[in-house]
Structures are given as structure tokens and as C-alpha cells.
T-cell receptor, first 111, second 116 residues
């Protein structure tokens, strides 16, 4: 079946860039998403990318999509303490508008 | 601002005592979802409504029911909560359609359920 995989943890120093990676198996993916979840909170949509794009930039966030390798990444420039959260990668496909989720990557910021 | 609202934010119930969680939305989206999330794991879809059509996930226990009286409101009923049902319950909405943003799901802040 369809699967989305992420590393469970990423530790970076404040001010550095964070790169969170995600791989997926569904070649018919149409949209790929990044959600952010702070402790005790709901899921905040950060950004999404359509499968016919290879890059999307929004302020400090850059999403890169390598459709051939089925690899998605989220780069956060100038990482701040407020970026501490769990970041979930998710995708939908043409056949089913429901989300397939990764396990989430916990971003830890070191001072 | 258009949004997804969940009430209450925190709910404590006793083992076996029915509980209802509520979700409302001002986005006028036709699809509403209920997810269960444990210990910062990925959210697990329980069921969703596409307009008035109810769609249950195959592995959702019978203990969980849902009602959608109108476009704006959706309820999650847990008939006999067990200790294993303690979790964050997330409501989301979407408006599947061709074009940008069609499948994007927007989440409420969640209700954290504690079962004593």
C-alpha cells in the first residue's frame, strides 16, 4: 500500500537551516503537504506543493520535490526556537483525496 | 477569520461514560473528518463525511459514532470510553475540487480526551 516515511528526530542549532526529509511511494500523488504541530496543539498547515512543481518558496520555508525519487524536503532557514515542533509530511492521490501521513519529525533546537 | 473550532479543548470522562466532542467550521467545506492522535503519532482517520455521506474507516471501533446535522457542525460520540481511547481528537475540513488547494485539509485545535 501507499507509504510515507520520515526520520523521527532532527536536531539543529538556532540560526542554522533545518532540512526535514520525506519519501513516499504513491506515484500518483497529486498534492504533498507539510503540517506543523506544536505540543498540545492541532495541526497547522505550513505549505503544500502540487506534484507538477519541483520547488516552492514561502518566506523562510522552501519545499523541494524530486518526483523521480519520490522525495520531498522542507527547508527552514534561520531556525528559531519557535520552530520547535513535530513536522508531518502527507500526500494525497488522484484516486483518493484522503491524506497518507508520515510518522512526523520532531525538530529540536539547540541554543 | 474562517476557521475550524473544536469544543471543548479538554474533556475528562470516566471509564464507560459516554462523551460527545464537537466541531464547527466557517469555511463552508463539504468534507469533515475526525482523527484520533496518540502521543504525537501521525493522526489516524476514524471517519469522514462527504456532504451527508458518512464514510467509516474499516478499523474504526463501533464504540465511535459521528453525526453531522448540517454543513457547519460535526460531532464525535464515544459510547463507552475505555482507557485506550484517551487521545487527542482532531477535526478537519476540506473542499475536494479540481485546481489548487482542492484537497487541503484544515484542522481545528483538537480536543484532548482523558479517561479516568
Amino acid at each position: 500500500g501507499e507509504d510515507v516515511e520520515q526520520s523521527l528526530f532532527l536536531s539543529v542549532r538556532e540560526g542554522d537551516s533545518s532540512v526535514i526529509n520525506c519519501t513516499y511511494t504513491d506515484s500518483s500523488s497529486t498534492y504533498l503537504y507539510w503540517y506543523k504541530q506544536e505540543p498540545g496543539a492541532g495541526l497547522q498547515l505550513l505549505t503544500y506543493i502540487f506534484s507538477n512543481m519541483d520547488m516552492k518558496q514561502d518566506q523562510r520555508l522552501t519545499v523541494l520535490l524530486n518526483k523521480k525519487d519520490k522525495h520531498l524536503s522542507l527547508r527552514i532557514a534561520d531556525t528559531q526556537t519557535g520552530d520547535s515542533a513535530i513536522y508531518f509530511c502527507a500526500e494525497t492521490s488522484d484516486s483518493n483525496y484522503q491524506l497518507i501521513w508520515g510518522a512526523g519529525t520532531k525538530l529540536i533546537i539547540k541554543p | 477569520d474562517a476557521m475550524v473550532i473544536q469544543n471543548p479543548r479538554y474533556q475528562v470522562t470516566q471509564f464507560g461514560k459516554p462523551v460527545t466532542l464537537s466541531c464547527s467550521q466557517t469555511l463552508n467545506h463539504n468534507v469533515m473528518y475526525w482523527y484520533q492522535q496518540k502521543s504525537s503519532q501521525a493522526p489516524k482517520l476514524l471517519f469522514h463525511y462527504y456532504d451527508k455521506d458518512f464514510n467509516n474507516e474499516a478499523d474504526t471501533p463501533d464504540n465511535f459514532q459521528s453525526r453531522r446535522p448540517n454543513t457547519s457542525f460535526c460531532f464525535l460520540d464515544i459510547r463507552s470510553p475505555g482507557l485506550g481511547d484517551a487521545a487527542m481528537y482532531l477535526c478537519a475540513t476540506s473542499r475536494p475540487q479540481a485546481g489548487a488547494d482542492g484537497d487541503t485539509q484544515y484542522f481545528g485545535p483538537g480536543t484532548r480526551l482523558t479517561v479516568l
